[in-house]
Nanobody
Framework: VQLQASGGGLVQAGGSLRLSCAVS????????MAWFRQAPGKEREFVAG????DYADSVKGRFTISRDNAKNTVYLQMNSLKPEDTAVYYC?????????????????WGQGTLVTVSS
């Protein structure tokens, strides 16, 4: 299974970006999908996704996760970006029946895409 994340870049505060993660190797519809992020000097944290479609409190109302099973792709639409959203964003795939917000729930990881939000 391979996950290829893309769509990161430099954006001003208040702007938007859409991240994409293409999945290959197994039946995409079987996976629970999520996005995590890791800021410099911090631990990787859950952003959005899982079987119940959760969102971190810090991104609720601003970020939206979606998926297109026909394209084997999951998206993260990020609006009203803030400097504190700056991080490397990772997509993750889980074969667990109920995929949650924990790092250990996920079996496969993409390489990460850098999002930088300037103030």
């Amino acid at each position: 299974v391979q996950l290829q994340a893309s769509g990161g870049g430099l954006v001003q505060a208040g702007g938007s970006l859409r991240l994409s993660c293409a999945v290959s190797g197994r039946t995409f519809s079987r996976f629970g999908m999520a996005w995590f992020r890791q800021a410099p000097g911090k631990e990787r944290e859950f952003v959005a996704g899982g079987s119940m479609i959760d969102y971190a409190d810090s991104v609720k109302g601003r970020f939206t996760i979606s998926r297109d099973n026909a394209k084997n792709t999951v998206y993260l639409q990020m609006n009203s970006l803030k400097p504190e959203d700056t991080a490397v964003y990772y997509c993750a795939a889980s074969l667990t029946v109920v995929a949650g917000t924990r790092h250990d729930d996920y079996d496969y990881w993409g390489q990460g895409t850098l999002v930088t939000v300037s103030s």
